[in-house]
């Protein structure tokens, strides 16, 4: 455990200088849309953003059949640009396209939108980590655990971290340590989009809340996040996470105009919800939040018997999104 607390290294100082203001050399990035080939592919892949980086041409591309997202240099695909619309009906029948289809199908609730909840091929949950601004540390004891519980059957272990650029920006440390359990192949990591600044007012109602606080710049939330991901050696994700899990329809439909499938959870553990097989787990690893990342080590010591005995797994979010035969 020891090796784990103190592993981040070098790559502290290095996370740092990626996250200064334009650092990484990562600029212009906006939403690009389009279909895009590779020698030899077999179908096209969805182009979502376009992005400079050491002054050379880059695409974020994402698989419509398996949800994997890649930054290509521009010139290493041929390129049919498209607008939106024409993009959802190519890719209609595709496990993106239904999953698109299938969060709008739940996008009009003001608390909880979006995907919640996917029909697993086995028992066991999507476990979803919120990395919210705080003045915090990382609450590291998750991940620790993670790797060293299911890690001996399960590696990497799969789990989702939704990122702030606010988080990021703040923790640079504990940034680099996450990723160097990602680059030593101890976890497999889904980064998702949860807003550059997560603003939040408790005197402000819901309804005038996080996203929905007027004035909000919701494409400098979206896309300088995903900016701060890249400069991070990060490839975002196509997932978004609602701050405070709080939105409306019309912000529900902005960003999946972004290409973003958003993601909710039917299981917020520090709220008493408890995981059933296929939940989507929601904790907070920010420091702010230590009774759903305790609850969630008391679920791995339940199910230590059925984690050795391989019939209790955590899934990958991609993987469940697009092996679900009806997400919800």
């Known amino acids: 455990m020891s090796r784990l607390r103190a592993r981040f290294g070098t790559s502290a100082a290095l996370a740092a200088a990626l996250l200064a203001p334009g650092a990484g050399g990562v600029h212009a990035l906006r939403v690009f ?42 010139g290493a695909v041929s390129v049919e640009r ?11 029948d595709s496990p993106y396209g239904r999953a698109l289809a299938e969060a ?22 999507d476990l979803t980590v919120d990395l919210c601004p705080s003045r915090l540390p990382l609450d590291r004891r998750l991940f620790t ?3 060293e519980e299911l890690g001996r059957y399960q590696r990497p272990v799969p789990v989702a971290v939704a990122l702030t650029g606010a988080w990021m920006r703040e923790h ?18 889904t980064w998702v989009d949860h807003s550059f600044h997560h603003r939040s007012s408790a005197t402000l109602p819901i309804r005038e809340n996080f996203l929905l606080e007027p004035g909000t710049d919701l494409a400098s939330e979206v896309l300088q996040t995903e900016a701060a991901m890249l400069a991070a050696g990060i490839t975002p994700s196509a997932f978004f996470r609602f701050p405070g899990l709080v939105s409306s329809p019309a912000l529900f439909a902005r960003v999946v105009a972004f290409g973003l ?39 791995l010591r339940d199910q230590r018997e059925a984690i050795r005995a391989g019939s209790w797994q955590l899934f990958d979010l991609r993987e469940s999104v697009a092996g679900s035969e009806a997400p919800r």
């Open 145 to 147: 655990a993670l790797v």
């Open 104 to 125: 709008e199908r739940h996008g009009v609730p003001l608390q909880d939108a979006g995907l919640t909840h996917l029909r697993p091929p086995a028992p066991g949950v």
């Open 82 to 92: 498209r607008s939106w619309s024409e993009v959802r009906r190519a890719i209609a």
């Open 33 to 74: 849309t389009g279909l895009a080939r590779e020698p030899g592919a077999a179908a096209p892949s969805v182009v979502l953003r376009s992005f400079v980086s050491g002054g050379r041409g880059f695409l974020l591309l994402v698989d419509p059949h398996t949800l994997e997202t890649r930054a290509l240099p521009a």
């Open 261 to 299: 499938v958003p993601v909710g959870s039917d299981a917020w553990l520090a709220k008493n919800e408890w995981p059933r097989d296929g939940s989507i787990v929601l904790v907070h690893a920010n420091g702010n939040e230590p009774l759903g990342v305790r609850r969630f080590l008391q679920l």
């Open 172 to 189: 640079p440390d504990d940034l680099a340590w996450l990723l160097s359990l990602v680059r030593d192949g101890e976890l497999a990591a």
